[in-house]
């Protein structure tokens, strides 16, 4: 059973690219999510998706997109990276929007 | 909206015991999480605490005070591998969860 997985481990991406990280679980939870996380600034939600068919604006949501087709999947991406979007990107699912979080292992994103 | 806020770094020795504090203003509070996340690593689950008190599991408890709004992670019996960030998070409303900047812990022997 592998929880989480995200794919790419890492990336290095040109300004301007269009790129899409990919999240998916096999627990069949109904909730998944998106998180940065920047030194100093902690883990901050970009959007989520309470089930399969619905998604949602997070903290941070601007320059991103989401969609949840399945239960299983929620790639995130970036239309026009900009260097702002450097980070350390976590997918997390959980049972339910009231369960606990579980998170994938990340993708470290730089930005050029 | 949110504000949490926890020490940015503690350092304590192999075997002793440490507490890191959280403290957070909410409208909606409906739960708070600690997790840990070693470096370069993906946050892990540690406690759950939506009621007032203490809750014990193994080496580390958390402590709640929603009146306060305060909450405390104790690590006992230090273990090297305890080096870590542990990261405060509050759930307001039904899914919201924000995190603290989360504070590291080194263990020296």
């Known amino acids: 059973i592998a929880g989480i997985t995200q794919a790419p481990t890492s990336q290095i991406l040109a300004a301007g690219r269009r790129m899409t990280l990919r999240c998916t679980q096999d627990m069949r939870h109904n909730a998944m999510y998106w998180y940065r996380q920047d030194l100093g600034l902690g883990l901050r939600l970009i959007h989520y998706?309470?089930?399969?068919?619905?998604?949602g604006k997070g903290e941070v949501p601007d320059g991103y997109s989401v969609s949840r087709a399945n239960t299983d999947d929620f790639p995130l991406t970036l239309a026009s990276a900009v260097p702002s979007q450097t980070s350390v990107y976590f997918c997390?699912?959980?049972?339910?929007?009231?369960?606990?979080?579980?998170f994938g292992p990340g993708t470290r994103l730089l930005v050029l | 909206g949110q504000n949490i806020d926890q020490p940015t770094e503690m350092t304590a020795t192999e075997g002793a015991i440490v507490q890191i504090n959280c403290t957070y203003q909410?409208?909606?509070?409906?739960?708070l999480f600690w997790y840990q996340q070693h470096a370069g690593e993906a946050p892990t689950f540690l406690s759950y605490n939506v009621l007032d008190g203490l809750e014990e599991k193994g080496r580390f408890s958390s402590f709640l005070s929603r009146s306060k709004g305060y909450s405390y992670l104790l690590l006992k019996e230090l273990q090297m591998k305890d080096s870590a960030s542990y990261l405060c998070?509050?759930?307001?409303?039904?899914?919201?969860?924000?995190f603290g900047a989360g504070t590291t812990v080194t263990v020296r022997a």
């Open positions: 997390a699912s959980s049972t339910s929007e009231k369960g606990t979080q579980y």
């Open positions: 998706s309470n089930t399969a068919g619905t998604t």
């Open positions: 998070a509050v759930r307001e409303g039904d899914y919201k969860l924000s």
């Open positions: 909410t409208s909606g509070f409906n739960g």
